[in-house]
């Protein structure tokens, strides 16, 4: 994103849409990837659907605010959070 904010705007697109044409299944077999295989035996139905259903709602509309949350993540905060967190922790 920092280095070719073209090539990663492409590449999130593309991921979008790949999100947008998941099913409740395809967000299960993600997340038991993620998962130790206790936690993945258990994975509740309602969960997945949630989620999938959540993220449909949430990048339906399109791709913008994903980005900007993404690039906030990434980019550099600037020398006032990093004293505003110095004199605090």
């Given at each position: 994103?920092?280095?070719?904010?073209?090539?990663?705007?492409?590449?999130?697109?593309?991921?979008?849409?790949?999100?947008?044409?998941?099913?409740?299944?395809?967000?299960?077999?993600?997340?038991?990837?993620?998962?130790?295989?206790?936690?993945?035996?258990?994975?509740?139905?309602?969960?997945?659907?949630?989620?999938?259903?959540?993220?449909?709602?949430?990048?339906?509309?399109?791709?913008?605010?994903w980005w900007d949350d993404s690039f906030a993540i990434v980019?550099?905060?600037?020398?006032?959070?990093?004293?505003?967190?110095?004199?605090?922790?």
């Open positions: 994103m920092l280095t070719d904010e073209d090539a990663a705007r492409v590449k999130m697109e593309k991921d979008r849409e790949e999100f947008l044409a998941m099913s409740a299944g395809e967000v299960a077999d993600g997340l038991k990837s993620l998962l130790s295989p206790t936690d993945a035996a258990v994975l509740p139905d309602e969960l997945t659907e949630y989620l999938a259903y959540s993220t449909h709602e949430g990048l339906a509309p399109g791709g913008q605010g980019a550099p905060w600037g020398p006032e959070v990093h004293a505003w967190l110095s004199d605090r922790f």
